[in-house]
């Protein structure tokens, strides 16, 4: 899943959970008992937040991973596998 898309499911599932929250409490208030309508916005604000947190699990597992934060680089001495920024090695001390 693309990141921008993940942004954009994010911001849908906000703004329905946001709009059907207010629809909710403006009809129980407006009628002061569940109605059709108290209940179907209910529902659909459930909807959102049960989108939502589907978005962010399958973002997480399915999403675009950073994989240069996980690149090594190998000591010309020791050949121990290093962070790329280190300095020096984490075994032998010598730089790399």
């Given at each position: 899943?693309?990141?921008?898309?993940y942004?954009?499911?994010?911001?849908?599932?906000?703004a329905?959970?946001?709009?059907t929250?207010?629809?909710?409490?403006?009809?129980?208030?407006?009628?002061?008992?569940?109605?059709v309508w108290?209940?179907l916005?209910?529902?659909?604000?459930?909807?959102a937040l049960?989108?939502?947190?589907?978005?962010?699990?399958?973002?997480?597992q399915?999403?675009?991973?950073?994989?240069?934060?996980?690149?090594?680089?190998?000591?010309?001495?020791?050949?121990?596998k290093?962070?790329?920024?280190?300095?020096f090695?984490?075994?032998?001390g010598?730089?790399?």
């Open positions: 899943m693309k990141r921008i898309v942004q954009i499911f994010v911001y849908v599932f906000l329905m959970f946001l709009v929250s207010a629809m909710f409490i403006y009809e129980l208030a407006s009628s002061s008992t569940f109605n108290a209940i916005c209910l529902v659909l604000s459930l909807a049960v989108g939502f947190v589907l978005n962010q699990v399958f973002y997480r399915f999403g675009e991973k950073d994989e240069t934060r996980y690149e090594k680089k190998e000591c010309p001495h020791c050949h121990t290093n962070d790329k920024d280190a300095p090695c984490k075994n032998c010598k730089d790399i």
